[in-house]
């Protein structure tokens, strides 16, 4: 369990490498599901901790998240909520956001952000000091550009580069180990993603979750946000003989990743 001042958060393994969110408001006996892909470890985790889930909150349409959507909307009559790019593809969609502040939801303070670049209709929920981020930016990496352009995935990751670096950084995957070892490849002399690597290493024997991250940690040593540092991505051109641009760099390194 993680604890914020609000509210905590319970970390429910899924599928392969997915993660499942239950944000659980202080002095309540509900709660919010983030992405369910299954149902079983939901209902199980509500038993336990004996909450009711009011809302479910999708980051995007892909089945891995949104599997369970129709059978816990079914059994806890809870509301779907989820791009408006993806009102057709979201399974028992109610309510559809845009890009918005801040608004309350079970008492708690939600900024919703546009992501586009995984898929056009991602979006991300920023929960007080809380990132959950689906797809869009993961332990050490970033989501494939399934349906955005490289151009909408940079613009995306830099506005989550943005927020706060105590920012929590909650992603709907296992993917750290992975990650690294293509950070490590491209930024071999970063002491910070040495260090993160040892770290994450030890998480995973333990069966432990590498995940949350925060944003300090992702702008030290994710290297599509390493993209940001002017050393980094000049070094980086020059080795592959490419332009220096922010936008021309992050498309190379995420082809690179792509082919691995």
Not at 15 to 21: A, F, K, T, V
Not at 114 to 126: D, K, N, S
Not at 149 to 169: H, I, N, Y
Request: overall charge neutral; glycine content about 6%.
């Amino acid at each position: 369990m993680h604890d914020h001042t609000s509210f905590q958060v319970a970390q429910l393994p899924a599928l392969q490498d997915n993660y499942i969110y239950l944000i659980l408001p202080r002095h309540s006996t509900s709660c919010l599901v983030v992405d369910p892909a299954e149902t079983v470890p939901v209902i199980d985790a509500c038993q336990q901790l004996e909450r009711q889930p009011d809302y479910i909150l999708n980051t995007h349409h892909h089945w891995d998240h949104t599997g369970a959507n129709l059978e816990l909307k079914r059994m806890f009559g809870c509301k779907i909520i989820g791009s408006a790019e993806d009102k057709e593809r979201i399974p028992g969609l109610d309510l559809t956001v845009c890009e918005q502040p801040s608004t309350s939801l079970g008492g708690l303070r939600v900024r919703v952000i546009e992501t586009p670049g995984h898929t056009r209709g991602h979006i991300v929920y920023l929960i007080e000091d809380a990132l959950f981020c689906g797809d869009t930016l993961f332990g050490a990496g970033c989501g494939r550009l399934f349906e955005g352009t490289a151009e909408q995935m940079w613009s995306s990751l830099k506005r989550l580069a943005r927020l706060p670096e105590p920012t929590r950084v909650y992603c709907a995957h296992e993917y750290t180990l992975a990650n690294l070892a293509f950070a490590s490849r491209v930024d071999a002399d970063n002491p910070a993603l040495s260090m993160r690597l040892k770290q994450a290493r030890a998480c995973r024997e333990k069966a432990s979750p590498t995940i949350p991250s925060t944003i300090g940690l992702e702008l030290q040593t994710n290297p599509f946000l390493r993209v940001l540092n002017d050393d980094f991505r000049r070094h980086y051109a020059m080795r592959h003989g490419i332009e220096q641009d922010e936008i021309s760099v992050f498309a190379h390194l995420r082809r690179k990743k792509d082919r691995l």
